[in-house]
């Protein structure tokens, strides 16, 4: 759309600005003088996928231009941004991990060459299926769709922010039209349910049109994406990803707020919980970016260290790497003297000394055995004789044994075992015995694939999928009953990992899923 562009009083360019019922280009102050009160009633169709299900994993491509980020304010609380970019790095990536699974590849229409195949299209056409009235993508929504979303919360002049949303656009005029069609598609007046201003590449769209125009004059002031504390985190939860989320200083206050709300004025047990005003005072904010590997998925976090990882020690991607290789299910944390301080409440009734049993390093095995009955008589009656788990620790060999003989009829089935430097504590058996032996389980690929720099990690969880897809087919297979759709995508995915450490004043985390 050719339009000749409106000035700002500085001779600037101004970009394209249309608001909630304008109908074409505004100036500055007609805009400042419409307010509409409303309900954002109708994002769910306009988010094309930043809710629901199957279709949001598959917008999960390489966010290498502009993101969302630069519509919203610089003081926006917290922020979600998705890119589609048909170009990108991960493009490959991404279409062939999802067409592995075949429940996702069948719903996104993802079958054929991935080179061929027109992702935005097949995942609008799979969300505006849900929509309560035809909407046509080639005709209401391709015109002006763009290749980037975003959500944030942002300060409204009320208690808590206000959740914003933010969609490339390019053609002004079609998206105006195209919002307005989606939000009064099932009859409904589409300005009382929500407000929106389209300017430049973006359309913001909010619960009034007031919020919507503060929201852009804010940005136009300073952008998320400028932001200091944004480029910081951002910049270190590591390489561009194709989802980035996004946590500002002040948004642990928020929360605290939000949750004070819901629980009628006051937190339960606040009196007691005055480390909450520390925690809210001390964060300084965090990032995350999820993106796509080669037949893998992961999310890589990072924020501040502080008082909840200053318990961490270290030691645990060591002990969990000594493990059997065909462990099941692996989760260690080193831990420092004194980690339990300010868990009394929680640890009081016990019947042991937890920090004295754990020492500075623990981890919990769990055998590929498993059997489902097994599991019931343990949650259900504390029998844990044929559960293949053990608990290793770097405390000592009395510790443990004292904390079996205060334990009482829990600990009937348990041993307590020293094996070199380390004591087990587990029911007496083969794969205790195995846990004795030892073996290499961090140099498998399927263990390396989910947790790859397991040297130095301070925590570590692994679970073989395998192994739960194994379990959940056999149960499916005896009962006759079960989701064989579910099962077909759970057979295809290898294994979850994730590890954590502390690196200076930067806490990191990643979170990795693998295929078969």
Known sequence: MDQT?????????????????????????????????????????????????????????????????????????????????????????????????????????????????????????????????????????????????????????????SMVFAVEVTDAEAADAGLRALLSCDGGDAESLAGWVVEGDWMVVAETPEIAEDVVDAAAEGSLADDDDFQRWTGEAGDEGVLTAYAAPEALGVLADLGSEFFGGELPGADELVELDDAVEDFEGMAAVLRF????????????????????????????????????????????????????????????????????????????????DALLGAFFAGDLSRVPVALVTGGELGDAEQALAEAGPLAASLEARQAGDRVLVGPTGAWLDAVEAGGTLGDTDLFSAVVPDVDGAQSVFFLDLGVVADLVGDEVAASGTGDDDVLADLQQLGAVGASARVDGDVARAVLRLTLR
Not at 76 to 99: F, I, R
Not at 112 to 138: F, N
Not at 323 to 348: H, K
């Open 293 to 372: 590997g080669e037949g893998s998925v992961e999310v890589e976090a990072a924020g501040a260290a502080g008082d909840q990882t200053d318990v961490l020690g270290g030691g645990a991607g060591e002990l969990v790497s000594g493990l059997p290789d065909d462990t099941a299910l692996a989760a260690a944390a080193g831990l420092v003297e004194g980690w339990t301080e300010g868990l009394e409440e929680e640890t009081a009734s016990l019947p042991f000394d937890v920090e004295a049993l754990l020492g500075d390093v623990a981890a919990l095995a769990v055998g590929p055995d498993l059997d489902p």
């Open 5 to 161: 562009p409106q000035q700002r009083p500085d001779d600037a360019p101004q970009p394209e600005l249309l608001e909630s019922g304008g109908g074409g280009p505004i100036t500055p102050e007609a805009r400042a003088g419409r307010r509409r009160a409303g309900v954002v009633a109708g994002l769910g169709v306009l988010g094309l996928g930043l809710v629901g299900g199957a279709a949001f994993g598959a917008y999960w491509y390489l966010a290498d231009g502009a993101q969302a980020a630069e519509a919203f304010p610089a003081d926006s609380v917290g922020y979600v941004g998705l890119t589609l970019d048909p170009s990108g790095q991960q493009k490959l990536a991404a279409l062939e991990t999802l067409q592995e699974l075949p429940t996702l590849a069948e719903e996104l229409d993802l079958e054929g060459p991935v080179d061929e195949i027109d992702v935005k299209r097949s995942i609008a056409e799979a969300v505006l299926a849900d929509a309560p009235c035809d909407i046509d993508y080639a005709g209401d929504v391709e015109p002006w769709l763009g290749e980037r979303f975003g959500v944030a919360a942002v300060p409204a002049g009320e208690a808590l922010p």
